[in-house]
């Protein structure tokens, strides 16, 4: 009778063990939310003032700024839906611009080449680029805002401001409006957008990704972006 109790408690332990083992084998180890890091310059640009006209102009972003990224961020069921893990993707591969007069954001357009998106897993990865979004076949996602925002004040040097961006969203050559909420610091040379959106992949005729050690994942994700924006001229 012995024997059977400590070979029971040798399974159950042993099971553990192995459970653990592919746990830690296959969850991810996604990046922290985007957030807000730019802080305000030692020397602001002399054209800073009380009429606050710095900001005024056109702001770009270039591909292959490594301050900049759009990505996503979902949750997969692992180990027969027991166990979750968050997983994050995200490319640099950016180009984006707007337009700041006076106290209106106007133009604004955000594309990322959705080919480069990298996680912490390739065979994730692959695929996602090649059964998920597509991307050798849709290799753009694309924001576009619809309508300006209209600030209260421009921003002053250090001031965070919060605002709702409503546009149109493209991904898997699919267009539909969407609502990002976007948090914005000015450091007196740069300016950091930091958005976060939730986006249902049937939205966009997109096939929720599978493999065969992952349960299953959910039809929904978090579009996340961090830009840095920098004057142009």
Known sequence: ??????LLVGIVVAAGLAFAGWWFL???????????????????????????????????????DSRTFVGYRVTEKLV?????????????????NMTIDGTTVKDVKVTADLRTLESDNSFRDGRIKGTSLESDKFPEGK?????????????????????????ELT?????????????SRYDGKNVQVVG???????????DVPTAPAVASVDDHGELELKLFFVKEG
């Open 171 to 183: 991904l898997h050559g699919v267009t539909q409006p969407i609502t990002i909420t976007l948090e």
């Open 143 to 167: 924001f576009v805002l619809v309508a300006p925002i209209t600030l209260t004040a421009q921003p002053a040097i250090g001031d965070t401001i919060t605002v709702q961006a409503n546009g």
């Open 26 to 64: 296959l969850k991810s180890d996604p990046e922290p939310r985007a957030a807000i890091t730019l802080t305000p310059t030692t020397t602001p640009v002399t054209a800073v003032g009380a009429t606050g006209t710095a900001l005024d102009g056109t702001w770009v972003v270039s591909p292959g």
């Open 196 to 206: 976060h959106a939730p986006v249902a992949f049937s939205d966009y005729g997109i």
């Open 1 to 6: 009778m012995r024997l059977v109790k400590w």
């Open 80 to 96: 027969a839906n027991i166990a979750e893990s968050e997983a994050t993707g995200r490319t640099d591969d950016v180009t984006a």
